[in-house]
């Protein structure tokens, strides 16, 4: 299940499930969004993205809804795996006098054998 | 996908002193580069825009002389942390963008002590 405490949320899955992460941006104007998943001490690493002008792109596994009306990006993992355990991030690319990548809160997903 | 190499992965420094940390893309030229700054179990907090060649443009409640940006070429990017504090202590982070896509380094643990 999740949980939100004072900082990341979490999100708790069997393996095998499929998770559903959700994010809510920002700045209507953004016209590129991404998805990344950071592990423990390292960098953001690339998921999948997604540009303004769709609503949905799926990947291997992964897929990414886009929902401008209320301002919502969603990220589905079909079958989760121990390895997909991780802090995944949406980030928008804001425009304006110089584009630039804002991120939002994020989730820990944390999935069980 | 593309390189970005961040140096050093982790420092330790005493209070009063800088410490240089670099971001490097390795197979691209990056005319932006983007430096955050992570604390535990929070989202990437955007600290500065760096353009080669001119002033970086830093967020707002981000203390541009204490955190000296510098992108001298199309390869490299330098943030100093300048008379470090304790509260200084943060997960660096930078990114390099190559068109639409953002890479990010893998970050430098700063122990200010």
């Known amino acids: 299940g999740e949980s939100v405490g004072l900082h990341l949320p979490t999100l708790s899955v069997q393996e095998g499930d499929n998770s559903i992460i959700n994010c809510a941006y920002s700045n209507s104007a953004s016209d590129y969004f991404i998805w990344y998943k950071q592990e423990s001490g390292k960098g953001p690493q690339f998921i999948i993205d997604?540009?303004?002008?769709?609503d949905k792109r799926q990947g291997q596994r992964v897929t990414v809804l886009l929902n401008k009306t209320v301002k919502h990006l969603s990220l589905q993992i079909a079958a989760t795996q121990p390895g997909d355990s991780a802090v995944y991030f949406c980030a928008e690319n804001m425009k304006g006098g110089s584009e630039k990548l804002v991120f939002g809160k994020g989730m820990k997903l944390t999935v069980n054998p | 996908g593309a390189v970005v190499s961040q140096h050093p992965s982790w420092v330790i420094c005493k209070s009063g002193t800088s410490v240089k940390i670099e971001c490097r893309s390795l197979d691209f030229q990056a005319t932006t580069m983007f430096w955050y700054r992570q604390f535990p179990k929070q989202s990437l907090m955007l600290m500065a825009t760096?353009?080669?060649?001119?002033?970086?443009?830093?967020e707002q409640g981000v203390e541009k002389d204490k955190f000296l940006i510098n992108h001298a070429s199309l390869t490299l990017s330098t943030l100093t942390v300048t008379s470090a504090h304790p509260e200084d202590s943060s997960f660096y982070i930078c990114?390099?963008?190559?068109?639409?896509?953002?890479?990010f380094g893998q970050g430098t643990r700063l122990t200010v002590v």
């Open positions: 760096s353009n080669e060649g001119s002033k970086a443009t830093y």
């Open positions: 990114s390099a963008r190559a068109s639409r896509e953002a890479f």
């Open positions: 997604i540009r303004s002008n769709m």
